[in-house]
């Protein structure tokens, strides 16, 4: 019967094609997911691990430098291999059952007390060239006890990947042996992922960690990816995932069974039109934040040194990269959508950023953007942190960053502890509206106790 629904598709997809039929058109049946074969963990998991002299004793690309252990969690890589199915980006099936072989990185906690029962199933970002695990914020991963996985879906990445450490990467593939290099073969290796996930037992991608929700990730290029997934894939298939979070990126504009939640720095907002919240779609505008911020580049600067020789510089119009903390938000979001899926409970609704009727945004005296969620580092703050600016490369997607002199915080706080109650205020009404979770509300006032105006 499988067969049958797929070879309907294809001859379906050829009619559309030709023209001879409008298309999209489905068979009724999904097609189910398979279970992809899996291999791992891979000898030489850490940098520096001489295990394994068939790989050299290389390591995973981009393998973290945070004390994964201190928190009783785990880095892993996995091979995965099967055979997917080829989509184009209209949903069209252009093959059958096409042979791959990819790797995911696993950041897990090695005993189930530890785990929260979610699993973070991110698509690897590949803008820049190569896998980038964009949304992996280890204090906040780790404090609510998820699973981060990375799955390599996309020709860029492993080509990289494959260049980077032939010893360990060369016989990965997901172009079909150079059949489908557009990454039309991302959308099906990215639900057999999502099936590996929930196998459960020694030798699997988790281990023997209880898998109770699976949530789709992805920021930016992977966000879209994952809409042309959900608008135009996903209706196909067997359903996988159990909820979808698009950050920085667009959103399917389909209205599917699986809730989605839109998380977007201000960097990303261009307009004031949006789509409405639903029952099934929540959208976030988070004001002073950058599509690629201080946090991420900080964090990857030494990895990338490590793995690459030098990491990436830039000269921008405006110093770079907003301190504004995307991903205490982001880790409000992952809860909320853990709940949606699980309970069925909704997530609050946030305001926009606001707009002129020229369509640029409302911004105050002190250059900040209005509206939208405001982080105590807008609502209390020691600097103007925006989404925008302008320059070579990826400048535009890395906001600015000036800080005041001890004048200004003087004029705005006069003394050091009014600037801690503003902090905290603001977090208290974060918290109460669900924007952050305790966790960073406490970190931000214990920053703002460390601030030093005059140290400056």
């Not at 691990?49 to 928190?71: F, G, M």
């Not at 291999?81 to 990185?105: E, F, N, P």
């Not at 003394?415 to 905290?424: F, L, S, T």
Request: charged residues 20%.
């Amino acid at each position: 019967m499988v067969l049958f629904v797929r070879m309907v598709r294809v001859m379906v997809a050829g009619m559309v094609a030709l023209g001879l039929v409008a298309g999209p058109v489905y068979a009724d049946e999904r097609s189910p997911v398979p279970v992809p074969a899996v291999e791992g963990p891979v000898p030489g998991s850490v940098p520096g691990d001489p295990s394994a002299p068939d790989v050299r004793d290389t390591y995973p690309w981009l393998s973290t430098n945070v004390d994964l252990a201190a928190r009783g969690y785990v880095e892993q890589e996995f091979y995965l291999s099967g055979a997917a199915d080829a989509y184009s980006a209209a949903g069209q099936v252009l093959a059958t059952d096409v042979a791959y072989r990819t790797r995911v990185i696993v950041r897990r906690p090695v005993h189930q007390a530890r785990f929260n029962g979610t699993v973070l199933a991110e698509w690897q970002n590949v803008t820049a060239g190569y896998d980038l695990d964009a949304l992996w914020s280890a204090e906040q991963i780790m404090r609510a006890g998820y699973a981060w996985v990375g799955v390599s879906a996309q020709r860029v990445g492993v080509d990289q990947l494959r260049g980077w450490s032939p010893a360990r990467y060369d016989d990965l593939d997901v172009t079909g042996g150079g059949r489908f290099v557009a990454d039309e073969l991302s959308y099906d290796i990215f639900s057999q992922a999502a099936k590996a996930l929930r196998v459960h037992g020694g030798g699997a991608v988790l281990g023997r960690l209880d898998v109770d929700t699976v949530l789709a990730i992805g920021a930016s290029q992977s966000a879209g990816r994952m809409t042309v997934y959900y608008d135009a894939v996903l209706p196909q298939i067997e359903s996988v995932f159990d909820g979808f979070a698009n950050i920085v990126g667009t959103a399917p504009t389909r209205a599917g069974a699986e809730p989605v939640f839109q998380v977007l720095s201000e960097t990303d907002v261009r307009s004031p039109v949006r789509p409405a919240d639903t029952d099934r779609f929540r959208r976030w505008e988070v004001a002073g934040a950058a599509h690629s911020g201080w946090a991420g580049q900080e964090y990857r600067r030494p990895l990338l040194t490590r793995d690459l020789g030098a990491a990436p510089s830039y000269e921008c119009d405006r110093p770079p990269y907003s301190r504004v903390p995307l991903s205490h938000v982001l880790a409000a979001a992952y809860d909320h959508l853990t709940r949606w899926v699980e309970r069925g409970k909704v997530p609050p609704s946030a305001p926009s950023l606001s707009f002129n009727a020229d369509g640029t945004k409302v911004r105050d005296e002190l250059g900040l953007a209005q509206g939208g969620i405001r982080l105590s580092q807008v609502a209390a703050p020691t600097a103007v942190n925006t989404g925008d600016n302008s320059g070579e490369g990826f400048c535009r997607l890395f906001g600015s960053y000036v800080p005041f002199d001890e004048a200004r915080l003087r004029e705005l706080y006069r003394v050091e502890g009014r600037y801690v109650a503003a902090v905290a205020r603001a977090d208290a009404v974060n918290l109460g509206k669900g924007f952050v979770l305790p966790g960073d509300a406490a970190q931000n006032v214990r920053d703002a106790v460390a601030f030093d105006f005059g140290g400056r």
